[in-house]
């Protein structure tokens, strides 16, 4: 395995948090900034991160036909037709559903370690075997989750499960934040996750309703250059990701119209 | 032989030899049932035996389902991996008689189990005796002795103390904010209210209810 290959595991315990969406717009972004980098859905009995990334029409083989060798490996990577350092690889096909073998997981990602810089592994939801063949290759993992307390339970449980298996780091993003319901405390605060959790954060991601269109165009946000509010927040996991110090985005001055701005600038100044 | 449990033992001789793997069976074709429990006797395991030992047992279909062990450091490795883990002392009788109390009411023979790190939600740790958490107990975790419960961090799971109907047992927490508490056959809600940081509480029954109240100083990790 090349030794420099970051093979890290995109997690959530809860179903539906954004394990996917994460992946793709991660994806795209590190593939911008240069490294080349492999998607691999280990969600194949539900796939749908060829969907995110407008590829699902090229798919012809799986990580399955790799391992019994009825294709080679680059034949089965399909290869982003925007971003050529970005390549998506299903991990198998939603018929063969218990197919895939922790074993086999990790000869897959291995193949893959030889000739990209980071594999993203999109897991599937719950604590399961499939859960558990995808976590069986990683090395690090990114736990997802929103400031819900069901989510924040569950990506609790699986912070436990990955603690055992020696996966490092583990590091945290929390999705679908809205500043303005944290502000009103209906929601839990970036705190009251991290306090449970205690897992180093690398991005907030902000509630953003570009994210839906983007989903359904099958363009990712980061891949349009979109200056919306989530596009930023992905390419800043991105960034830190590869080491940049990045200040996080503070949720009480985000989300505020160009109005409300201006008018606490103004209440700043004159009092 | 029909046994109470569905499940079977497979106890480790004692350990003179030098390496825990030269003292499994050569075969395990006796061994009829899915999940066993293995009493690990005086081996000290590590996370990583214990894994392998995991792993050995999987390979051939059989899942661990519970530990036992006399060493503690066995009993954390288990816990730690999410294994339910049974401290067994050896019987006061046997015991070096440096120990002061040797006085042999059942409550004294009972060692108090530690457990290192947080437990997160889905763990649970399981003792005969008194448990000493250093670490938070998450939400969804929860801890169960049939003596005290003590955590040197934040409660905010399940803690069950005196489970076997111990009525003088009690929970002590540097933040006590549980789901629910339960003292030998009590249960109550956790607070709805969070407690002033800085401040060990305990819960303990007294006539008849469970109660919470700031923790008496001698009380805590004594
Ligand atoms: N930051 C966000 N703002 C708005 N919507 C979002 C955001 N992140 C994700 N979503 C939406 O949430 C839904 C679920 O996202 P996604 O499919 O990525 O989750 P998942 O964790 O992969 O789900 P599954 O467990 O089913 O695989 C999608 O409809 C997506 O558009
Ligand atoms: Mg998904």
Redesign the pocket.
């Known amino acids: 395995m090349a030794p420099n290959t970051r093979i890290i595991l995109i997690c959530?315990g809860?179903?539906?948090?954004?394990?996917?969406?994460?992946?793709?717009n991660l994806g795209i972004a590190l593939a911008q900034q240069g490294v080349k980098t492999a998607v691999l859905d280990a969600?194949f009995g539900?796939r749908?991160l060829d969907l995110?990334l407008g590829l699902e029409n090229r798919i012809v083989y799986t990580a399955q036909e790799v391992l019994e060798e009825t294709c080679r490996l680059d034949q089965a990577l399909v290869k982003h037709k925007r971003e050529s350092n970005l390549a998506l690889l299903p991990a198998g096909n939603p018929r063969m559903l218990d197919w895939l073998k922790p074993d086999d997981m990790q000869r897959i990602v291995s193949m893959l370690a030889e000739k990209f810089d980071y594999v993203l592994i999109?897991c599937?939801?719950g604590v399961e075997d499939g859960f558990k063949n995808a976590a069986s290759a990683a090395q690090e993992a990114i736990v997802?989750t929103t400031p819900e307390i069901s989510a924040v339970r569950d990506a609790d449980r699986v912070i436990g499960l990955l603690n055992t298996k020696s996966i490092k780091p583990i590091q945290l993003v929390l999705?679908?934040v809205r500043p303005k319901m944290i502000a009103s405390q209906e929601m839990l605060s970036v705190n009251d996750v991290t306090d449970i959790l205690a897992l180093p954060l690398l991005g907030l991601?902000?509630?953003?309703?570009q994210?839906?269109v983007s989903?359904n165009r099958g363009e990712p946000l980061t891949l349009t250059g979109s200056k919306s509010p989530?596009a930023r927040?992905y390419g800043n996991v991105a960034r830190r990701l590869q080491g940049e110090d990045i200040p996080l985005i503070d949720p009480s001055k985000e989300g505020q119209s160009l109005r409300d701005k201006f008018r606490r600038l103004m209440a700043t100044k004159i009092f | 032989m029909a046994t109470l449990s569905q499940k079977q033992i497979f106890k480790l001789p004692s350990c003179k030899r030098n390496d825990w793997r030269n003292a499994l069976p050569k075969k395990y074709s006796d061994l009829e049932e899915k999940k066993i429990e293995v009493d690990c006797n005086d081996w000290s395991f590590s996370c990583r035996d214990l894994k392998q030992l995991i792993n050995l047992l999987e390979n051939i279909g059989i899942k661990l389902d519970k530990i036992y062990a006399k060493r503690t450091e066995t009993v954390v490795s288990a816990s730690s991996l999410g294994i339910s883990a049974q401290l067994i002392l050896p019987r006061p009788d046997l015991q070096e008689s440096n120990q002061s109390h040797k006085d042999s009411s059942a409550e004294n023979s009972e060692g108090i189990l530690f457990h290192k790190g947080t437990l997160r939600s889905g763990e649970q740790i399981e003792h005969e005796g008194h448990i000493l958490v250093l670490g938070d107990v998450n939400p969804g975790a929860q801890v169960s002795a049939t003596g005290d419960v003590m955590i040197c961090g934040r409660l905010m799971g399940t803690a069950h103390a005196g489970k076997g109907g111990k009525t003088s047992a009690k929970i002590v927490a540097l933040q006590l904010r549980p789901l629910q508490l339960r003292i030998a056959n009590q249960i109550a809600r956790g607070p709805e209210e969070k407690p002033k940081d800085g401040l060990a509480e305990e819960a303990l029954i007294q006539k008849g209810t469970i109660v919470i109240q700031p923790a008496n100083s001698n009380g805590f990790c004594k």
């Open positions: 959530s809860k179903g539906g948090v954004g394990k996917t969406t994460l992946t793709a969600d539900l749908n995110l999109d599937p939801a997802i999705n679908r991601v902000l509630e953003d309703e994210v839906i989903t989530a927040c």
